[in-house]
């Protein structure tokens, strides 16, 4: 009897134990005395990824045949447990797998999409987002995201500009490292982490013409001061996994690019983490015309050193038979291998391989609700407001009218990307609004959903128009209309919205229109019509409590936007960062002013369309607020910078309104002449400072000669001597320029 209580007693304590985190050293012992007793089918068995919903006879049978790495999607706990024994304790060498989930932007507590956070410039609300994510992730088994993505989108076109950052590299940069942090913790073994995955590497946001997984052409210059730097940033910042994009770069896809994968990741970048595949990406190369035959694709992502094959089949059927055939080396399979065990010791996994079942569905706490609000509220875009109608004082209306097909959805004000969303715990601005004030609410939805075209909710939206003396009009896109697969090429609002507002300007009551969408859109006749315009990219849960709140003042618009708003789609590809033309836009003539017959040359010879001008509608940076900063000429350290140096950048920001508000100073450069054409500007800085009326702060940078560096004519990296404009402004577009020049 003792002898089988002291075993019970040993595999509880295996269940339970939480040995200390093993040094890197130890990890590495560890990981070469497994490999080296497992056979080649158990080493290939790990680098298979599969996607699994309950513990079915087939896929735990091919857990205990050691055929199975990880799972994706699983979220039942119990579930996640059942599995993860069959592999412990049934398999022949008792390794665990490791469960992910796409947790993009929050696991039950949802934030804005990604695009909505990077309208925040606010990198501790994104690490913060990112810890409740991975808390209340973690809390159900899941030990892996595939986030954070940090694919620079310069082309509203594509709907997964939602899930980026934006178009600036350095906001991508900041906020992707941030959002790194905030998955992985201090320590990637504690249950409540999740291995952070960068992802698509790389160059998916210059998909041509904006259509998903489409070609790319990136010449190296542009990939590396471009679309490489968040990449580089969040492996310097520890991420433990990248993901392959499905796209070609230059002809070669990134499954099985080798220069992307070993020569620049591995080497350059001395990356020491995991690599997995996108969704198929590895079969996906039969169809790019690039490979023969899946195992021809299997031949090819091995040698280029991806590790993991997420839900191909291309490794499990084909990498024990090209070992044996030699086309693929079993040193590489080892390699492969490796990388997949030594996250999985890092994760603690080998130790503490189940979740809490007692601990699991630990959602929503208040904390975390309020941390999504105030997300809301920090990336809420004010576009315009005229003679100040923002912020509300609702007391002082008698009716509001509450009307559009944005003001109560609760599903679509998440956005896309939400596969654990529970919609009963979304509040909607028009919830709010009735808990607020509602004698004075008449709410009339009009449209179905954002595509619907049918007016046949207008007259009832007239009527409450007419019997209201403000109208809140919630216009926008539904979550399904960005994100993954779903692009479009016509970026104004959807179905009849526009029809509708045109209705509701006829009343002559002021309108505030709030645009809740997944990508920055053409909504510059929509603005015309208005009064005040919001925009936000989705809210998530909290999106009513946050629009509410910033409409009636207890929240100012923190948000500036991340990427540019265009005046005509056709603008597309379109963003700040442009490089020089040899002809800019002067003398603007459009379409409609053009006279009968006119002469060829009539309306000048620079880079306008006649249709749209030139530039954006809303640039790049861009937001107000309820007060007004005044800046001062940035005043420079030295005007002479030294290519080993440094200059300090100050500037007086002064707010000049009645209100406390909060600015983002942005420190933008331009490089007057280079071995190369270079950007008319380039973001080099940013600082959020927060001031009393009438309050002046000096805001300082320091700007050292390298953030100057760029990838040079002779494919070197580093700045150039010459002579630099300099801003300190409140958006891509403002502010007076100062010159200094680098020796
Ligand atoms: C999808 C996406 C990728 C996601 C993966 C797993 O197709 O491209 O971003 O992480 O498959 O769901």
Same mark, same amino acid.
């Given at each position: 009897?003792?002898?089988?209580?002291?075993?019970?007693?040993?595999?509880?304590?295996?269940?339970?134990?939480?040995?200390?985190?093993?040094?890197?050293?130890?990890?590495?012992?560890?990981?070469?005395?497994?490999?080296?007793?497992?056979?080649?089918?158990?080493?290939?068995?790990?680098?298979?990824?599969?996607?699994?919903?309950?513990?079915?006879?087939?896929?735990?049978?091919?857990?205990?045949?050691?055929?199975?790495?990880?799972?994706?999607?699983?979220?039942?706990?119990?579930?996640?447990?059942?599995?993860?024994?069959?592999?412990?304790?049934?398999?022949?060498?008792?390794?665990?797998?490791?469960?992910?989930?796409?947790?993009?932007?929050?696991?039950? *507590?949802?934030?804005?999409?990604?695009?909505?956070?990077?309208?925040?410039?606010?990198?501790?609300?994104?690490?913060?987002?990112?810890?409740? &994510?991975?808390?209340?992730?973690?809390?159900?088994?899941?030990?892996?995201?595939?986030?954070?993505?940090?694919?620079?989108?310069?082309?509203?076109?594509?709907?997964?500009?939602?899930?980026?950052?934006?178009?600036?590299?350095?906001?991508?940069?900041?906020?992707?490292?941030?959002?790194?942090?905030?998955?992985?913790?201090?320590?990637?073994?504690?249950?409540?982490?999740?291995?952070?995955?960068?992802?698509?590497? &790389?160059?998916?946001?210059?998909?041509?013409?904006?259509?998903?997984?489409?070609?790319?052409?990136?010449?190296?210059?542009?990939?590396?001061?471009?679309?490489?730097?968040?990449?580089?940033?969040?492996?310097?910042?520890?991420?433990? *996994?990248?993901?392959?994009?499905?796209?070609?770069?230059?002809?070669?896809?990134?499954?099985?690019?080798?220069?992307?994968?070993?020569?620049?990741?591995?080497?350059?970048?001395?990356?020491?983490?995991?690599?997995?595949?996108?969704?198929?990406?590895?079969?996906?190369?039969?169809?790019?015309?690039?490979?023969?035959?899946?195992?021809?694709?299997?031949?090819?992502?091995?040698?280029?050193?991806?590790?993991?094959?997420?839900?191909?089949?291309?490794?499990?059927?084909?990498?024990?038979?090209?070992?044996?055939?030699?086309?693929?080396?079993?040193?590489?399979?080892?390699?492969?291998?490796?990388?997949?065990?030594?996250?999985?010791?890092?994760?603690?996994?080998?130790?503490?391989?189940?979740?809490?079942?007692?601990?699991?569905?630990?959602?929503?706490?208040?904390?975390?609700?309020?941390?999504?609000?105030?997300?809301?509220?920090?990336?809420?875009?004010?576009?315009?407001?005229?003679?100040?109608?923002?912020?509300?004082?609702?007391?002082?209306?008698?009716?509001?009218?509450?009307?559009?097909?944005?003001?109560?959805?609760?599903?679509?004000?998440?956005?896309?990307?939400?596969?654990?969303?529970?919609?009963?715990?979304?509040?909607?601005?028009?919830?709010?609004?009735?808990?607020?004030?509602?004698?004075?609410?008449?709410?009339?939805?009009?449209?179905?959903?954002?595509?619907?075209?049918?007016?046949?909710?207008?007259?009832?939206?007239?009527?409450?128009?007419?019997?209201?003396?403000?109208?809140?009009?919630?216009?926008?896109?539904?979550?399904?209309?960005?994100?993954?697969?779903?692009?479009?090429?016509?970026?104004?609002?959807?179905?009849?919205?526009?029809?509708?507002?045109?209705?509701?300007?006829?009343?002559?009551?002021?309108?505030?229109?709030?645009?809740?969408?997944?990508?920055?859109?053409?909504?510059?006749?929509?603005?015309?019509?208005?009064?005040?315009?919001?925009?936000?990219?989705?809210?998530?849960?909290?999106?009513?409590?946050?629009?509410?709140?910033?409409?009636?003042?207890?929240?100012?618009?923190?948000?500036?936007?991340?990427?540019?708003?265009?005046?005509?789609?056709?603008?597309?590809?379109?963003?700040?960062?442009?490089?020089?033309?040899?002809?800019?836009?002067?003398?603007?003539?459009?379409?409609?002013?053009?006279?009968?017959?006119?002469?060829? *040359?009539?309306?000048?010879?620079?880079?306008?369309?006649?249709?749209?001008?030139?530039?954006?509608?809303?640039?790049?940076?861009?937001?107000?607020?309820?007060?007004?900063?005044?800046?001062?000429?940035?005043?420079?350290?030295?005007? *002479?910078?030294?290519?080993?140096?440094?200059?300090?950048?100050?500037?007086?920001?002064?707010?000049?309104?009645?209100?406390?508000?909060?600015?983002?100073?942005?420190?933008?450069?331009?490089?007057?002449?280079?071995?190369?054409?270079?950007?008319?500007?380039?973001?080099?800085?940013?600082?959020?400072?927060?001031?009393?009326?009438?309050?002046?702060?000096?805001?300082?940078?320091?700007?050292?000669?390298?953030?100057?560096?760029?990838?040079? &004519?002779?494919?070197?990296?580093?700045?150039?001597?010459?002579?630099?404009?300099?801003?300190?402004?409140?958006?891509?577009?403002?502010?007076?320029?100062?010159?200094?020049?680098?020796?």
């Amino acid at each position: 009897m003792k002898q089988i209580l002291s075993l019970t007693a040993l595999s509880l304590l295996s269940l339970t134990a939480v040995a200390a985190p093993r040094s890197a050293a130890e990890t590495e012992a560890a990981v070469q005395d497994l490999l080296s007793r497992m056979t080649l089918e158990e080493k290939v068995g790990q680098l298979n990824q599969l996607s699994g919903y309950g513990a079915h006879p087939d896929m735990l049978g091919r857990i205990r045949a050691g055929e199975v790495g990880s799972l994706l999607n699983e979220t039942d706990p119990a579930v996640v447990n059942r599995l993860q024994r069959e592999a412990v304790r049934k398999s022949r060498l008792h390794i665990p797998l490791i469960f992910a989930r796409d947790v993009i932007h929050g696991y039950k *507590t949802i934030f804005p999409i990604p695009l909505g956070q990077a309208a925040t410039w606010d990198a501790d609300l994104v690490r913060q987002g990112a810890r409740i &994510a991975a808390d209340e992730a973690g809390s159900v088994g899941i030990r892996w995201t595939f986030s954070p993505m940090v694919d620079i989108s310069r082309d509203a076109r594509w709907g997964r500009i939602a899930e980026s950052f934006g178009e600036d590299p350095l906001l991508a940069s900041r906020l992707g490292t941030a959002m790194v942090e905030g998955y992985q913790g201090d320590d990637l073994s504690d249950p409540r982490t999740m291995a952070a995955c960068v992802k698509h590497f &790389a160059c998916y946001g210059a998909a041509e013409a904006g259509l998903d997984y489409n070609t790319t052409w990136v010449p190296m210059p542009l990939l590396r001061d471009v679309y490489l730097p968040p990449f580089k940033a969040c492996s310097d910042a520890g991420a433990a *996994t990248f993901m392959v994009s499905f796209n070609d770069i230059n002809g070669v896809p990134s499954s099985a690019n080798r220069w992307l994968l070993k020569d620049l990741l591995r080497d350059e970048w001395g990356f020491g983490g995991l690599v997995v595949s996108d969704w198929s990406s590895t079969a996906m190369m039969v169809p790019q015309n690039y490979c023969a035959d899946l195992r021809e694709a299997a031949a090819k992502s091995a040698n280029a050193g991806m590790d993991m094959d997420m839900e191909s089949y291309a490794y499990i059927r084909h990498l024990p038979g090209l070992v044996r055939s030699g086309e693929v080396a079993e040193a590489t399979v080892d390699s492969l291998c490796a990388n997949v065990l030594r996250l999985k010791y890092r994760l603690g996994l080998f130790d503490n391989p189940y979740v809490d079942e007692k601990k699991a569905y630990d959602f929503y706490h208040p904390e975390s609700l309020d941390a999504a609000r105030r997300a809301v509220e920090r990336s809420a875009v004010l576009l315009k407001n005229d003679k100040g109608l923002l912020p509300l004082d609702l007391a002082s209306y008698g009716k509001v009218a509450v009307i559009g097909p944005m003001a109560d959805d609760r599903h679509n004000q998440a956005g896309t990307w939400v596969f654990d969303l529970e919609k009963e715990h979304c509040v909607t601005p028009l919830e709010v609004l009735n808990g607020l004030a509602p004698e004075k609410i008449i709410y009339q939805r009009a449209l179905k959903h954002t595509r619907d075209r049918s007016e046949a909710g207008f007259a009832d939206a007239r009527k409450a128009a007419g019997a209201a003396d403000l109208v809140l009009f919630f216009a926008g896109e539904e979550a399904v209309l960005s994100g993954e697969a779903h692009c479009r090429t016509d970026l104004t609002l959807p179905g009849a919205q526009k029809e509708l507002l045109r209705e509701l300007r006829k009343s002559g009551k002021p309108i505030v229109m709030v645009v809740q969408a997944g990508r920055p859109l053409v909504i510059g006749d929509e603005a015309d019509l208005c009064d005040a315009v919001l925009f936000l990219f989705h809210g998530g849960t909290m999106a009513g409590p946050g629009i509410v709140n910033v409409l009636t003042g207890v929240a100012e618009p923190g948000g500036r936007l991340p990427v540019s708003f265009a005046r005509a789609s056709g603008q597309m590809p379109l963003y700040y960062n442009r490089k020089g033309t040899g002809r800019p836009a002067s003398g603007i003539v459009l379409i409609d002013d053009i006279p009968e017959e006119a002469s060829q *040359t009539s309306t000048g010879c620079t880079a306008f369309y006649l249709d749209a001008g030139d530039g954006p509608r809303y640039p790049f940076g861009y937001g107000l607020t309820y007060t007004s900063f005044d800046y001062s000429e940035p005043s420079l350290s030295a005007d *002479t910078l030294s290519a080993d140096g440094s200059i300090t950048v100050s500037c007086n920001v002064t707010n000049t309104g009645s209100r406390e508000g909060s600015e983002v100073v942005q420190l933008y450069v331009r490089d007057l002449a280079g071995s190369l054409v270079r950007p008319v500007k380039e973001l080099k800085d940013f600082s959020r400072v927060t001031l009393a009326p009438g309050e002046t702060r000096t805001v300082s940078f320091t700007l050292p000669a390298t953030a100057l560096s760029f990838t040079r &004519a002779d494919g070197t990296f580093g700045p150039e001597p010459g002579e630099f404009n300099l801003w300190v402004a409140s958006d891509s577009q403002s502010g007076t320029p100062v010159k200094f020049s680098l020796k």
